[in-house]
């Protein structure tokens, strides 16, 4: 038995660029996966970062294990009343979010809230547009797949100054059941 | 590496994780279910089988985005009986926690 092989992945462009197995989450003034962070990507007070469109790929899967359960939050500082937004949450999810050209106003992806700062106890990301597995399959990965878009995005507040901030560290957890 | 699975039957046949699907247990037929972790003979254990307990066995899974990415596995082994949860734990570093919510377990880097 061997566990599943599952990624992150974003989706940027309106060409639908998917890269797989990013390793960064870092945003920026650019719609690219893996963002490198420089002065050159610094964005003035009152302005937005660009969206993220991120999901979980399960790439391979030999054994039939399952895939539920997945959870997303941020850890770490905001600088003064900047905030992250996410169409990730516990309830009232309204279902898998269709992919549309990353932006960098404010998002338009329905029911944002702000993004957990801790675990949120519960699935807040969904799969087949639901947190909840059923028994006839939906809402998990038991072959290989997609989960739904975790998007997420940062807006710098207009009293926000000028300078470096502390990083953040976004988790992504999920469990996966022995088949 | 991580832990995995033996199933040893009353009648003495063993079912291993490397040939065998978690699911293929007859639970009705199991002894003893036992932990093995290769790399440290001596952390490997035992849980000796009760009628009506209901085996557990997944893997809670964290890919976290820092400065960099990091990947952390929980394996959980245990079983529910009357409604509860015994989960066995281990952790990356190859300790173990007993516990009967995973959730209690926090991982953060």
């Known amino acids: ?179 | 590496m991580t832990p995995t699975w033996e199933a040893q039957y009353i009648d003495g046949t063993i079912l291993k994780e490397d040939t065998h699907k978690f699911r293929e247990i007859d639970q009705s037929k199991l002894a003893t279910f036992h932990i093995v972790d290769a790399d440290n003979p001596d952390r490997s254990f035992i849980l000796q089988w009760k009628e009506g307990r209901k085996l557990i066995h997944f893997w809670r899974h964290l890919i976290i985005h820092g400065v960099e990415e990091t990947r952390i596995t929980l394996t959980c082994f245990g079983y529910e009986e009357k409604g509860i949860k015994n989960l066995f734990v281990v952790m990356p570093d190859g300790g173990l926690i007993i516990t009967d919510d995973i959730d209690s377990i926090k991982v953060e880097i």
């Open chain 1, 1 to 179: 038995m061997t566990a599943a092989v599952v990624d992150i992945c974003e989706t940027n462009t309106v060409s639908v660029t998917v890269t797989d197995a990013i390793t960064s989450s870092n945003m920026g003034i650019t719609d690219t996966a893996n963002t490198t962070l420089t002065t050159a990507f610094a964005i003035p007070a009152d302005s937005y970062f660009y969206e993220k469109w991120q999901r979980l790929h399960v790439h391979t899967n030999a054994s039939g294990n399952t895939i539920q359960g997945i959870r997303v939050w941020c850890t770490g500082t905001l600088p003064g009343s900047d905030t992250h937004t996410t169409n990730a949450r516990t309830g009232s999810y309204a279902g898998a979010a269709s992919y549309s050209t990353p932006v960098i106003t404010q998002t338009a992806a329905a029911n944002r809230q702000t993004m957990p700062s801790s675990d949120p106890g519960a699935a807040n990301l969904g799969i087949g547009g639901t947190l909840t597995p059923t028994s006839n399959g939906v809402g998990l990965i038991s072959t290989t797949g997609y989960s739904d878009y975790m998007v997420h995005q940062i807006h710098v507040d207009s009293a926000t100054t000028a300078g470096p901030s502390s990083a953040l560290t976004l988790y992504f957890q999920y469990d996966e059941y022995s088949a």
